[in-house]
């Protein structure tokens, strides 16, 4: 058990991998559309956790491809697919304890995206719900993260941040939070950089 002897005046969590297992809807559809494209799936697996679509997209779209269009059709075969969606352990006991206005998620998903997921996984929608269409930049830039803290009345070097992939790792990171890894649903077996737990059953924290 991780206990963290600092107090946050709020947390701050990603959204897949984090809060959520996806892995199994992402795989799927992301392995679709690369073999539809003559892209190597396991290469655009491999960049493509914790990372606006359209980001990844760009990086292996044939030329001439739009980008952005293809991105829509992603997110749209992903909002109608829950299939295999769980909640990540503890993370339903964990947001109910939390006080509504001290938390928040901050995810590269869309938004209606986001809020299927949730719900398919029995999570609560927050009040504080940063998403890819708010922001202009996507991790492992921070302004997700900085938004995020803005809208709950607080700065990110106040806040806990619980992240999975690397660039939201380094995002929280650059925000000058604290970060903590969850382990349960990641791809890979790199280490962090950041200290790991495997989930939320597995740490202890206090607001202020």
């Keep these: 058990m ?5 107090a946050y005046s709020a947390v701050l969590f990603d959204m897949d991998g984090t809060l959520l297992d996806s892995r199994v809807v992402i795989e799927r559809i992301l392995t679709e559309w690369a073999v539809a494209n003559q892209v190597d799936p396991d290469a655009l697996l491999a960049v493509s956790h914790g990372r606006r679509t359209i980001d990844t997209l760009k990086d292996f779209a044939n030329a001439g491809t739009d980008c952005e269009a293809e991105a829509a059709k992603i997110e749209a075969a992903e909002t109608a697919d829950v299939r ?5 352990p503890g993370a339903v006991e964990l947001l109910s304890r939390l006080p509504p206005k001290r ?7 869309g938004r209606d995206l986001a809020i299927k997921r949730l719900s398919a996984a029995g999570l609560p929608i927050p009040e504080v719900l940063v998403t890819a269409e708010d922001i202009e930049h996507g991790k492992p ?15 990110t070097d106040q806040c806990l941040v619980f992240e999975d992939a690397p660039a939201g790792i380094q995002a929280g990171m650059n925000a000058r939070s604290d970060v903590i890894a969850i382990g349960f649903a990641s791809p890979t077996n790199t280490k962090p ?8 059953e597995a740490i202890e924290f206090r607001l202020t």
């Design 84 to 88: 295999g969606i769980i909640p990540v």
């Design 2 to 6: 991780m206990k963290l002897d600092r």
């Design 141 to 155: 830039d921070p302004s997700g993260y900085h938004l995020a803290a803005k809208k709950l009345g607080t700065t």
């Design 103 to 109: 938390w928040a998620i901050v995810t590269s998903a």
């Design 193 to 200: 950089a950041c200290p790991l737990i495997s989930d939320f």
